[in-house]
């Protein structure tokens, strides 16, 4: 597979690795409706966000949407949009790395760009989440009249679709629901009970032996598929549904057969990449929603609701996570919330709360702009903001000092199963991962930071640890400062004993 070169590519590709691990601080003040919901606001570098989210998230987010810099060579008051080509690159490319881990096994990641740098993106996209991946790209037609700025218009933008699988993305992506043309598509001149009706073709491309044989009509006219053609359906099924009035020959009985589809059973239409302004919004439109909640315009490229809606109705369902590591003004959040889907957003400017919490603070109130009429968005919910903080790991790889318990638990548990840590460590049995149990003894989390006491591995803190294990015996994996317990003894029990802080390594 070819791949792109740039300048600084050597060290670029392996510069997620050295991101450091930081701690993730709550500020309450900030945070706004039901204290548990799940959804994150984090302010600063999304690149070492994404780095801290990954022990507590890897692998459990449905959709990923991102808005990033489009490298135009105009400078943006919240984003710095004028880097040079390499240095766009390799702010994409850990970027891009750590998204992957991110994803679900049936997540898809949606990016737009314009053309600057669409074709250099899509790429490095190949190599990252491997062609085989690539889904599609949708075409955002983002005008709604013609820019004659330049030699020719420019009236859309790109989003590009990619999965962790894109067999499995197939299997599990929605239809979108039909719109107001399609429904108006749907008659009932002939009365049927079963409600409004459009006729679709009997037709389908190709030869095939048992869907080649002849329809009489009513009015005694013989059909037979044209060259290159066949009928969709085989002969015994096209008799079950003319018997069951699905075939119509037209209002006098003298066309050719279609197939009759109700409106009743019309479960959605299959998404394509033409996504005009008329369904999506447009710009004129986003701009507005942005000076309606904040009484100017603020921001140089938003994105419209109704965008946003299209990617989330695709990609995810109620109660899924989606992720925005470029929040900017805040859309993909407010879209997920009204929605029902859990969100984390990622913002580095202070407008990450100047801007973005006031406007999430107000779809918690139900506030009504954008597509809220639309999903009946009546308010609720809430979300919590944070900031990064310290660094999980000292520059050395050993524990950075003051980090508590819970925090270095998710690390641990990350590194030794690659997995995330569901929910909160309270004891120091951190749970069974492909059948050898990981505990951990740290920070006082038996309320004694003695020599020999909680956090040392002794017979009495394993019995603690055996206990919070209940009925699991097999193989453990011990973390702590020492062990007070034999080489003989831990092989015996079929227990690893790692120390802390020197064993302890930042995935």
């Known amino acids: 597979m070819p791949i792109l070169s740039w300048l600084t590519r050597e060290q670029d590709v392996k510069a997620a690795d050295s991101v450091p691990y ?14 548990d919901s799940g959804n994150m606001l984090i302010q ?30 105009s400078a943006f008051e919240h984003y710095d949009d004028n880097l040079e080509h390499s240095r766009w690159l390799a702010m994409m490319w850990p970027r891009l790395e750590l998204l992957r881990e ?57 989003v590009f679709c990619y999965a962790s699988s894109a067999e499995e993305f197939k299997l599990t992506r929605n239809l979108l629901p039909l719109s107001d043309k399609q429904r108006k598509l749907y008659k009932n001149p002939d009365r ?14 190709g030869y095939r032996p048992n869907q080649m044989y002849e329809i009489q009509a009513p009015n005694g006219a013989k059909h037979t598929p044209p060259d290159g053609n066949c009928w969709k359906l085989i002969e015994p099924e096209f008799k079950r549904q003319l018997e069951d009035g699905r075939i119509t020959f037209g209002a006098n009985g003298d066309g050719v057969p279609r197939r009759k589809y109700f409106l009743s059973e019309a479960k959605g239409v299959v998404p394509w990449t033409w996504w005009p302004h008329e369904e999506v919004g447009h710009t004129g439109e986003s701009k507005a929603e942005i000076k309606a909640l904040f009484g100017k315009d603020v921001f140089d490229t938003p994105k419209p609701e109704r965008l946003m809606k299209r990617v989330l109705e695709i990609a995810s369902n109620p109660g899924d996570l989606v992720l925005d590591s470029f929040l900017g003004s805040g859309t993909t959040a407010a879209v997920a919330h009204k929605m029902g889907r859990r969100w984390i957003g990622v913002e580095m400017g202070d407008h990450a709360h100047t801007h973005c919490v006031p406007r999430l603070k107000k779809v918690v109130e139900g506030e009504q702009g954008g597509i809220s009429e639309a999903v009946e968005w009546k308010g609720g919910g809430g979300f919590a903001f944070y900031r990064l ?47 050898t149990g990981i505990a951990l003894l740290y920070n006082g989390i038996l309320g004694d930071k003695s020599v020999a006491g909680g956090n040392v591995l002794t017979r009495t803190t394993l019995g603690i640890i055996r206990e919070a294990a209940g009925d699991f015996d097999g193989p453990l994996i011990v973390y702590g400062e020492a062990s007070r317990i034999g080489p003989e003894a831990l092989k015996r029990e079929g227990i690893t004993f790692k120390q802390t802080p020197y064993d302890v390594k930042a995935r």
């Open 102 to 158: 991110l994803l679900a096994e049936d997540g898809s990641i949606w990016i737009s760009m314009d053309d600057d740098e669409a074709h250099y993106l899509k790429i490095i996209l190949d190599e990252i989440f491997g062609r085989q991946n690539f889904v599609a790209t949708c075409m955002w037609q983002k005008r709604y009249s013609r820019d004659g700025r330049g030699a020719i218009g420019d009236a859309h933008e790109s």
């Open 389 to 435: 903080g310290g660094e999980v790991f000292a520059p050395d790889g050993t524990i950075a000092p003051g980090i508590k318990f819970a925090p270095l638990a998710a690390h641990i548990w990350f590194a030794e199963t690659g997995t995330p840590m569901a929910g909160d460590a309270a004891t120091p049995f951190l749970g069974v991962h492909d059948g």
């Open 22 to 35: 930081r701690l993730l601080e709550r500020d309450d003040a900030l945070s706004d409706g039901e204290s």
């Open 192 to 205: 049927d009970p079963r409600g409004p009706w459009q006729s679709v073709s009997m037709l389908a491309q």
């Open 44 to 73: 600063g570098d999304n690149l070492e966000a994404l780095k801290a989210l990954l022990p507590y998230y890897r692998g459990q987010v449905k959709c990923i949407y991102i808005d990033p810099p489009y490298n135009t060579g």
